[in-house]
């Protein structure tokens, strides 16, 4: 099946410094999601693109999806404690009743901010 | 705004046993789909449902089977319970042209 490769798979930050982590994989994918997770919860979706080269902002994230459709990468600017947690990147190929529908996921990044 | 309802949101079980897990998706989605997070892992794919049908299947142990009712709720039946089972469920759901999105999930605890 489908590979989702994510790095990091962990970060330890300052808080206020910026941050980076993306995904990548060995086959197209029509749209990339970004998740956060807290310990014990499902997760929450964050940023979704749809069109490669698209460049989406929610706040201080942002995200990209790449131009071949194979990757993706997340930032988060001025990282604050609450953005603790771990990310995930998903891909998805397409929707409703084709197995492409389902979404793949990476290995996620737990982030550390510092106070 | 409605979010997708899982119940029960903890379950202890014994080896053995069967659980059934509860999913009710977001109003007019017409995708369920569910996942299995063992500790430390990323969610994988078991099973998902588009308007009632079977549509994919993942990595889901033949013990396991799900359905999805009339009015779009699914569950997710486990038989013969293993210790390797104990994990957190998720059930998501989306509409069409809309995102994925989950529910808070099950903690599945096998004893």
């Known amino acids: 099946g489908q590979q989702l490769n994510q790095s990091p798979q962990s970060m330890f930050i300052q808080e206020g410094e910026d941050v980076s982590m993306n995904c990548t994989s060995s086959s197209i994918f029509n749209t990339w999601l970004w998740y956060k997770q807290d310990p014990g919860e499902g997760p929450v979706l964050l940023i979704a693109l749809y069109k490669a080269g698209e460049l989406t902002s929610n706040g201080r994230l942002t995200a990209q999806f790449g131009i071949t459709r194979k990757d993706s990468f997340l930032n988060i600017s001025a990282s604050i404690p609450s953005d603790v947690g771990i990310y995930f990147c998903a891909g998805q190929l397409g929707w409703g009743e084709t197995s492409g529908s389902r979404l793949t996921f990476g290995e996620g990044t737990q982030l550390t901010v510092n106070p | 705004a409605a979010g997708v309802i899982q119940s029960p949101r903890h379950l202890i079980k014994e080896k053995r046993e069967t659980a059934t897990l509860k999913c009710y998706p977001i109003?007019?989605?017409?995708?369920v789909y569910w996942y299995q997070q063992g500790p430390g892992q990323d969610p994988q794919f078991l099973i998902s449902?588009?308007?009632?049908?079977?549509?994919d299947k993942g990595s889901i142990p033949d013990r396991f089977s799900a359905q999805q009712f009339s009015d779009y709720h699914s569950e997710l039946n486990m038989s013969s319970l293993e210790l390797g089972d104990s994990a957190l469920y998720f059930c998501?759901?989306?509409?069409?042209?809309?995102?994925?999105?989950f529910g808070q999930g099950t903690r599945l605890t096998v004893v």
């Open positions: 998501a759901s989306h509409g069409l042209n809309t995102e994925a999105f």
């Open positions: 449902f588009y308007e009632k049908m079977q549509s």
């Open positions: 109003p007019r989605h017409d995708t």
